[in-house]
C-alpha cells in the first residue's frame, strides 16, 4: 500500500510531498522516494514518541502521572511512634494537585518483645469514608512492599483536601517497647 506524507521542505517553505512504502504502523522498513534538492535526498523524519504530545511547540498536552503522598503523624515521639500510653495516631497528607490514591507502601520497625500490634485504620478522602465497613482493617496487609494485586480506587480529590489514616494498634506494646510506622500512598495526578 502507498502512502503519502511530507518528507522535506524546499527553500521556499513549501512540502515536498514523496511516497512512503512500507509498514508505517510498525518500525519503518520501506525506502522513501521524493524530490531530490540540491544533489540531496530527502530523509523522512522519524515520528515524536507518544509521550511527547504537544500542543503546541515546547507545550506539553495535561497528561497524568504516578506520585507519592506522603502521610505525616500527627503523634508520637519521633512522629509517627506507637507506645504504651499512645496507641492511636492520625497519619495524613493535604493535596496540593487533584490526586486519586491508589497504593499505600507501608514501613513498621517494632522494638522489643511486646511491640507486636499490627496498624489497623480507617482511611478517609476529606469526609468520605473509603472502605465498605466502618471497622478499622490492617493496613500493613495492604501496604505491604511486596503486595501482589493490592491497588484501591480511592475517590478523587482536588487540592486541599487531607488523605488521612486514623490508625489504632490491634495490641498495644508494654514497657519501653514502641512500633515506628511510615506510610506512603502512590496514586493519580493531572499535569
Known sequence: MQHFEVVGVDSDGNPIVGEVMGDME???????????????????????????????????????????????????????????????????????????????????????????????????VGTDLQQAEIAPWDLELIGQANAFGTRLTMKAAEPGVFIRCVIQLSNVPTGTDTIFASILCLGRVIH
Open 26 to 124: 510498525g518500525e519503518f522498513d520501506g525506502e522513501v522516494m521524493g524530490a531530490r534538492r540540491r544533489g540531496r535526498r530527502m530523509m523522512q523524519i522519524p515520528p515524536k514518541p507518544g509521550w511527547r504530545r504537544q500542543l503546541a511547540p515546547g507545550v506539553i498536552q495535561p497528561d497524568e502521572g504516578m506520585i507519592p503522598l506522603p502521610l505525616a503523624a500527627n503523634a508520637g515521639s519521633p512522629l509517627g511512634t506507637f507506645a504504651a500510653a499512645l496507641t492511636n495516631i492520625t497519619f495524613s497528607g493535604q493535596l496540593q494537585k487533584p490526586f486519586r490514591g491508589e497504593r499505600f507502601l507501608v514501613s513498621v520497625v517494632r522494638t522489643g518483645a511486646s511491640a507486636t500490634g499490627r496498624l489497623l485504620t480507617q482511611l478517609f
